[in-house]
Nanobody, 115 residues
């Protein structure tokens, strides 16, 4: 069983930056596609960014040019650098790791962007 633990959330003013981190308990995670999702109050969970084991990235339209996903396989880590934050980015951010039918989630970290 792989465990994922997010950190780095908090309160930030609009226009500010945060970096989220996701630590994995096992190095096998490096073979997985890693993603960040978020869920705002009253809304469904949405995919924010994805990075494959080969380093290919993809972003939802609303964060393109503002967020950057990266991974450090030597440390079993994945990061989400968030800049130019907006109030609508307020959500609980979840780390995900997926490989075929294996699908792991962290507990989430809250990001609050004040206007």
């Amino acid at each position: 069983q792989v465990q994922l633990v997010e950190s780095g959330g908090g309160l930030v003013q609009a226009g500010g930056s945060l970096r989220l981190s996701c630590a994995a308990s096992q190095s096998i995670i490096n073979f997985y596609t890693r993603s960040w999702y978020r869920q705002a109050p009253g809304k469904q969970r949405e995919l924010v960014a994805t990075i494959t084991r080969d380093g290919n990235t993809n972003y939802t339209e609303s964060v393109k040019g503002r967020f950057t996903i990266s991974r450090d396989n030597a440390k079993n880590m994945v990061y989400l650098q968030m800049t130019s934050l907006r109030p609508e980015d307020t959500a609980v951010y979840y780390c995900n790791a997926k490989l075929a039918r294996l699908d792991y989630w962290g507990e989430g970290t809250l990001v609050t962007v004040s206007s």
